[in-house]
């Protein structure tokens, strides 16, 4: 989501790049957006203050000589480290005690910008009319290596991708048995069916597989987020929940199809003119829960597969006619 923002702010220095302070998983990720220089990790967990190790990493930041940082997280913590470092223009949105640390607060009108991508965009008050939609560039020279360590199928039609997890909590999360028929769906068409996630998702894809007698290759927990990002872009479709690899495979500019329960694509879409997103739009969505607080979930449990690849049917029909690359 701070990608557009990165490439403007990129396309306004004269160096052309900005460095970014990001936890050290997202690494991967972070390489591969364009406009970004160096990738500084940040060892924090959620929540964790460590005041002493804070001050040691604002020294080492405060070498760099940074002429101005933008805080994204909306969070007392995420601004210590600029402060700390005596970066002397601190930018970002006001909230939860942040007066002195940020310099420059910026008012945020959530009903005007909805989209978070737009709200971390105008941070870099563009002459641009509107925020780009996020890339990112994978990097096909690893692909080969890593089909053959995890012993991915290099014979089938073509390769579709299920992103069954979502770190929200379970009000996010398609019911395993439709992801399956999914898969069953593809499988039988003699396409390879990669499963794709954390190792929280382990046990979901495990699921998802059992169900189509093994055929299905399980791969959460098993790659890093580089791994993910580089084989997604070989991915001819992507099916998944609301969560971060909605938001990588729309980046990467792959056909995505994006299940919506208790979230709201009016807030957090996938960002892309190849992803479409499907919802019932139920009287009780979107509730933004982490369990639904009705008990039945109804609007996932009664979203079906065939409606999903209803939506991917007509997505690849408009590429088609659309006359753009083939997708693999």
Request: charge should be positive; hydrophobic fraction near 40%; include cysteine.
């Amino acid at each position: 989501m701070s990608q557009p923002l990165i490439a403007e702010l990129a396309r306004q220095d004269p160096a052309g790049t900005v460095d970014i302070l990001a936890p050290g998983w997202t690494a991967g990720l972070c390489q591969r957006l364009p406009g970004i220089g160096e990738v500084i990790a940040s060892p924090f967990s959620h929540g964790e203050l460590n005041l002493t190790q804070r001050w040691a990493l604002a020294k080492q930041i405060a070498q760099h000589q940074y002429r101005q940082a933008y805080v994204l997280p909306n969070s007392f913590k995420s601004a210590l480290i600029p402060w700390m470092a005596g970066i002397p223009r601190r930018i970002g949105y006001v909230g939860e005690w942040r007066y002195g640390l940020l310099n420059i607060s910026c008012r945020l009108d959530k009903a005007l910008r909805p989209r978070l991508v737009d709200r971390y965009f105008d941070l870099a008050q563009s002459s641009l009319p509107s925020s780009p939609h996020p890339r990112i560039e994978s990097r096909k020279e690893t692909v080969p290596s890593l089909k053959a360590r995890l012993q991915l199928d290099h014979d089938a039609n073509g390769v579709i991708v299920l992103c069954p997890g979502a770190e929200y909590g379970p009000a996010k999360r398609w019911p395993s048995r439709h992801f399956s028929s999914i898969a069953q769906h593809y499988l039988s068409r003699h396409y390879a069916v990669w499963i794709m996630g954390s190792a929280k998702d382990f046990e979901v894809g495990e699921e998802i597989r059992q169900l189509n007698a093994h055929q299905a290759v399980n791969l959460c927990g098993k790659t890093q987020l580089a791994d993910a990002i580089d084989l997604m872009d070989c991915a001819e479709a992507v099916i998944t929940n609301d969560s971060g690899l909605m938001h990588v495979a729309a980046a990467l500019g792959r056909p995505t199809v994006a299940v919506f329960g208790s979230s709201s694509a009016a807030f957090t879409p996938p960002l892309s003119e190849r992803a479409r997103t499907v919802s019932l739009s139920l009287s009780c969505s979107p509730c933004f829960k982490r369990l639904c607080p009705l008990g039945h979930m109804d609007c996932l449990e009664q979203l079906l597969p065939e409606a999903v690849l209803a939506e991917l049917t007509l997505l690849q029909n408009m590429i088609q006619r659309s006359g753009q690359p083939p997708t693999i």
